[in-house]
């Protein structure tokens, strides 16, 4: 049976003004202490759970991006605790339309057969727990087979045949299972960078771009949205072509990976939601990535620093001229090894 105590009485053998006061106290203080860590918890909890639904619901979908029919196994897993990452195909497309393709801003469509071409193209392997990245870039020009088409530039197999026969030549070529496809249209690519206040970029040496007409001086610049894509779109007019423009984009990578990084690290909300509404804007991402999904990528790329980010680029033969076109011949073998290594965490070759 509960029985309540007096005010004034006393436990036996407390002596008055022992201190049964203070006890209280602290017990009290205690219990407030504790509901208020519980509150805030609770109160982080629905602030992801808010956020998840709200930047997550924000991001454009692609059906049926992936392919349906045979695809290259994952590596052994006994475990099914997903020890080897995620890989990611990212594309950069050239649609030549005035008006959006990508993102949540879209107004026209992604894909029309013929219409677009892949631009740029990078087949990006997230570590376990997204602390290390590893970025394969596939040049544009990489004469490949085409699932159904005959051998020509992978550029075309966005093409002919959208997300899906892109992801479907990419794995043929690399025998690596692509778990998630992203894409950004020129537009995007603008307005992500201006949403983060330009990146900063050093030009190792000076040059002139003949079909954009444009000058670049050597330094470091921050550039906006237009200058960047002038930047990583040249390869007229510098010494490695194609495969300059290619470490360009690399370049220009790591740089706004690290803009984004340390705007998403602050405590400004302002420049945080402006920085997640261009992304979510700008980018679209296969139907099989999920806001949960999407979620768990944001939190675990909090760690990544680029200290940790690799880049390489597909092995070249030689370049070559088919059916009076400029093409680049892959070794193959060398990409499959490569890629390999990175998917089981032995890469070869790769460079920081």
């Given amino acids: 049976m509960f029985t309540r105590r007096r005010r004034d009485q006393r436990p036996p053998g407390e002596a008055p003004g022992s201190g049964g006061r203070p006890r209280r106290r602290l017990r009290t203080l205690l219990v407030c202490l504790v509901i208020a860590v519980a509150g805030l918890l609770a109160l982080g909890a629905g602030g992801v ?15 049926h991006a992936l392919p349906d029919g045979p695809r290259p196994p994952k590596p052994d897993d006994p475990e099914g605790k997903n020890n080897h ?67 020509a530039k992978i550029n075309a197999a966005f093409s002919w045949g959208g997300p899906r026969l892109l992801v479907e030549t990419v794995e043929q070529l690399t025998r690596v299972r692509v778990d998630h496809f992203a894409v950004i249209d020129w537009h995007g690519f603008r307005s992500l960078t201006d ?48 495969l300059d423009r290619i470490k360009r984009q690399q370049q220009f990578l790591r740089a706004l990976i690290g803009e984004i990084r340390d705007d998403v690290s602050i405590t400004n909300p302002l420049k945080i939601d402006r920085v997640l509404d261009a992304i979510t804007g700008t980018v ?16 675990g790329l909090r760690h990544l620093d680029s200290a ?29 090894s490569l890629c390999h290594g990175i998917e089981t965490g032995n890469p070869p070759g790769t460079r920081k």
């Fill in 195 to 242: 949403a983060v206040g330009g990146v900063p970029i050093t030009v190792p040496a000076d040059s002139y771009d003949p079909e954009q007409k444009r000058h670049f001086t050597a330094g470091t610049h921050t550039m906006n949205g237009e200058e960047a894509l002038s930047y990583v779109r040249q390869r007229h007019g510098l010494p490695g072509g194609e």
């Fill in 85 to 151: 990452g995620t890989t990611f195909l990212l594309a950069g497309l050239d649609s030549r339309s005035a008006k959006p393709t990508t993102g949540g801003n879209a107004v026209a469509d992604l894909w029309k057969a013929g219409a677009q071409r892949s631009d740029t193209l990078m087949l990006v392997h997230l570590g376990p727990g997204e602390r290390t990245s590893y970025t394969v870039s596939i040049p544009r020009d990489s004469w490949v087979p085409i699932p159904g088409h005959g051998s």
């Fill in 49 to 63: 759970w808010w956020a998840t639904n709200h930047y997550g619901d924000q991001v454009e979908r692609i059906p």
């Fill in 284 to 299: 679209s991402v296969d139907d099989q990535l999920s806001n949960g999904d999407l979620r768990d990528l944001v939190l």
């Fill in 308 to 336: 940790d980010a690799y880049f390489t680029t597909a092995p070249i033969v030689r370049s070559d001229f088919i059916d009076r076109q400029y093409v680049l011949i892959l070794d193959r073998a060398g990409l499959r």
